[in-house]
């Protein structure tokens, strides 16, 4: 459908840092094997894994087939149950990407927990914890890291000393037991950024990362097929083809008369449906007819839809009305949402379908 370099590509989704808001699209060449996918997590700088807490390249990949969701005007999106296991079919990683993955499917990154980092990260925590014990209770009197600051402080500033035949407020079991819990919640705090991605560093080892390339040139991210652009989840459709009713009609009052906003915009799909359909390898309960629509009249993704949502785009492509901006906005919007405005024939599919599922 596009091409690069002369050679055709073919557009996937790859859901990163397994966020169903960073469902990425890959603009990949055709004969490129689904192992070529794994460049992109060893030389992007960022990290794309869950947490620090797993390896920083996958251990392979798999194929969603969740149904998807099929949205009013005939587009496909993606669950964010997408990555769930009873969903994922792995993938060879000697194969040829075009033979294993459906233009427009998403990829899924299989992620190994790197067990020894979340040990050794933990212990460092504990070991910072026992450290500030109370020092009534501690087995290690007068090494807590808080309590040496304040001598040394107190040290380089003898104004701040307790005077002679006073007590400090401070060194008191209650005020030692509040700390120590400030201190608990602190740890707690830290691991949780660590654990949800919050803070997701390649490596904590900083002679390990300054060395990493940073400034990727442009034609650098188009060879990986990095293109930045994210898919967007239901929700956000929703918004965003509420917001384009809107304008189509002039204000809010108006769209609502016209009855539009009232419509369903959507429809998550079931087992058989959509993308699922792609676990059947017999071509015959996989051929479509002029309604997308399999033998036993269910809706499944297959070539000739593919084709027929990339028709918009295809027709703006040949006949060069608009700017080259225009047209990168135009792709843009392609590979977030497909479009707004699409052909009639999607949208026929849509109402088949929502019929079906009681809309």
């Known amino acids: 459908m596009l091409t690069r370099d002369g050679e055709p590509t073919m557009d996937i989704y790859m859901r990163m840092n397994a966020d169903s808001e960073k469902d990425y699209c890959l603009a990949i060449k055709r004969d490129a094997k689904v192992k070529d996918l794994l460049n992109i997590f060893t030389q992007l700088p960022i990290n794309l894994c869950p947490s620090y807490f797993y390896d920083t390249v996958p251990a392979g990949f798999a194929a969603s087939m969740h149904p998807g969701y099929l949205t009013s005007v005939g587009t496909m999106l993606f669950s964010e149950y997408a990555d769930e296991e009873k969903n994922l079919v792995n ?13 427009g499917q998403l990829v899924v990154p299989v992620w190994q927990f790197h067990t020894s980092r979340y040990i050794r990260f933990v212990t460092i925590l504990l070991g910072w914890l026992y450290l500030d014990l109370p020092q009534h209770i501690t087995p290690t009197p ?5 309590m040496l600051f304040v001598n040394t402080v107190q040290r380089m500033f003898p104004i701040l000393r307790d005077r002679e035949g006073t007590t400090d407020p401070f060194d008191t079991n209650i005020w030692r037991w509040g700390f120590f819990a400030m201190h608990c919640f602190k740890i707690i705090v830290i691991y949780l950024f ?20 940073t400034n990727l040139t442009k034609d650098d991210l188009l060879s990986l097929g990095w293109t930045a652009i994210r898919r967007l989840p239901a929700d956000d459709w929703h918004n965003t083809y509420r917001e384009y009713l809107i304008a189509k009609h002039g204000d809010v009052l108006k769209a609502h008369k016209a009855g539009d906003l009232e419509r369903n915009m959507g429809v998550y799909l079931d087992a058989g449906e959509g993308f699922d359909g792609l676990r059947e390898r017999d071509p015959s309960k996989r051929k479509v007819d002029s309604k997308f629509l399999n033998k036993d009249g269910k809706f499944i ?12 785009m295809a027709e703006a492509l040949q006949k060069r009305e608009l700017s080259d901006e225009q047209l990168l906005a135009r792709l843009h919007d392609y590979r977030r949402f497909g479009f707004l405005n699409g052909p009639q024939k999607l949208v026929e599919l849509y109402e088949h379908v929502a019929a079906k599922h009681g809309f």
């Open 91 to 103: 993938l060879d990683l000697e194969a040829d990407l075009k033979d294993v993955v459906h233009e």
């Open 142 to 146: 007068g090494i807590a890291p808080s």
């Open 194 to 213: 660590f654990r949800v991605g919050v803070f997701n560093p390649k490596s904590l080892n900083i002679f390990k990362t300054r060395h990493k390339v």
């Open 301 to 312: 993704v297959s070539d000739a839809y593919t084709r027929t949502v990339f028709e918009p």
